[in-house]
């Protein structure tokens, strides 16, 4: 966390992500993969391509609304996870948090507010997959619902090195219950 920038009481804001947020939403997406710890992806696409990626709705960003700067803190998004019907209610999330905006409530705030609207699109099941070492985000998914399923043991290489990844889920206590 970035110890210069301060998030004041009351100025977080989750908003459906616009297309005129990309650049910022890019921007927190290349700080993520910088780290090393949040995908395999090693580079951001372009906005065609993220766009055809991921669903629709919801796709969400959280705003700080702070001397109406409007600067975006994190963003969330879902993609499918297979294009066989019985999946359709199946999706894989993503978080990402602005490097300065971490460790204040930003990613657990975003994360819930995706879990609302996922049901509310009858979505019944959210997965995600991280890495071990990514503790926060494992707290943060777990906070808000999601378990462990199982440890997908090297799943896929960065480089040279083998991945292993944390598989999770969270189950709609709305959207497909019977």
Same mark, same amino acid.
């Given at each position: 966390?970035?110890?210069?920038?301060?998030?004041?009481?009351?100025?977080?804001?989750?908003?459906?992500?616009?297309?005129?947020?990309?650049?910022?939403?890019? $921007?927190?997406?290349l700080e993520?993969?910088? #780290?090393?710890? !949040?995908?395999?992806?090693? &580079? *951001?696409?372009?906005?065609?391509? /993220?766009?055809?990626?991921?669903?629709?709705?919801?796709?969400?960003?959280?705003?700080?609304?702070?001397?109406?700067?409007?600067?975006?803190?994190?963003?969330?998004?879902?993609?499918?996870?297979?294009?066989?019907?019985?999946?359709?209610?199946?999706?894989?999330?993503?978080?990402?948090?602005?490097?300065? $905006?971490?460790?204040?409530?930003?990613?657990? #705030?975003?994360? !819930?507010?995706?879990?609302? &609207? *996922?049901?509310?699109?009858?979505? /019944?099941?959210?997965?995600?997959?991280?890495?071990?070492?990514?503790?926060?985000?494992?707290?943060?998914?777990?906070?808000?619902?999601?378990?462990?399923?199982?440890?997908?043991?090297?799943?896929?290489?960065?480089?040279?090195?083998?991945?292993?990844?944390?598989?999770?889920e969270r189950r709609?206590?709305? $959207?497909?219950?019977?």
């Amino acid at each position: 966390m970035n110890d210069s920038f301060i998030l004041p009481a009351g100025t977080l804001v989750i908003e459906p992500m616009l297309v005129r947020d990309w650049e910022q939403v890019r $921007a927190i997406y290349l700080e993520g993969i910088a #780290t090393g710890a !949040a995908t395999f992806e090693t &580079e *951001a696409p372009a906005w065609e391509k /993220w766009d055809t990626g991921h669903l629709a709705v919801p796709r969400l960003v959280a705003r700080n609304k702070a001397g109406q700067d409007g600067r975006v803190l994190g963003w969330a998004a879902l993609s499918k996870v297979s294009g066989r019907c019985v999946y359709a209610g199946v999706a894989d999330e993503s978080i990402y948090v602005a490097a300065a $905006a971490r460790g204040l409530g930003v990613g657990r #705030t975003l994360l !819930a507010r995706l879990c609302e &609207e *996922a049901d509310r699109a009858g979505l /019944w099941t959210l997965q995600a997959g991280i890495f071990p070492e990514n503790l926060a985000s494992l707290r943060v998914h777990e906070a808000c619902g999601f378990r462990v399923v199982g440890r997908r043991e090297k799943i896929g290489k960065m480089g040279t090195k083998w991945r292993d990844v944390m598989f999770l889920e969270r189950r709609s206590r709305v $959207a497909g219950a019977d």
